[in-house]
């Protein structure tokens, strides 16, 4: 919707700029500068086929975790799960060889599937 917005209104470059702002980077020089990006990554979507994946996803996984913990520890668990889950990231892409060294961005649905 915003990349939508802003073709509109003739600013594309600022579609690209947020989405870097937002984004999880690989790189951890790159995170010291945008230590935010630890919570919006995964706000962030490329398409609306990613958001609804990623909202699907949350109801299944959220009826079940509902019926086994208390409905006030669901929010707490979906955060924890955001930082895990970056962390796990950052780690992979610093230490993994095949990985060392490559910029890359995570965002909205690919935290599901990286391991």
Avoid at 42 to 49: A, W
Avoid at 51 to 75: E, N, V
Wanted: glycine share 6%; aromatic share 18%; charged share 15%.
């Amino acid at each position: 919707m915003f990349n939508i917005g802003c073709y509109i209104c003739g600013c594309e470059d600022h579609s690209s700029w947020l989405y870097t702002q937002l984004a999880f980077p690989s790189l951890y020089p790159l995170l010291l500068k945008r230590p935010w990006a630890i919570i919006t990554y995964s706000f962030i979507h490329k398409g609306l086929l990613d958001l609804f994946w990623d909202m699907f996803i949350l109801y299944l996984f959220g009826q079940r975790i509902r019926a086994i913990t208390r409905s006030k520890h669901i929010l707490r668990l979906y955060f924890l799960g955001q930082i895990v889950g970056a962390l796990v990231f950052c780690i992979l892409y610093q230490f993994s060889p095949p990985f060392r060294g490559i910029a890359a961005d995570l965002t909205g649905l690919q935290r599901l599937f990286m391991l």
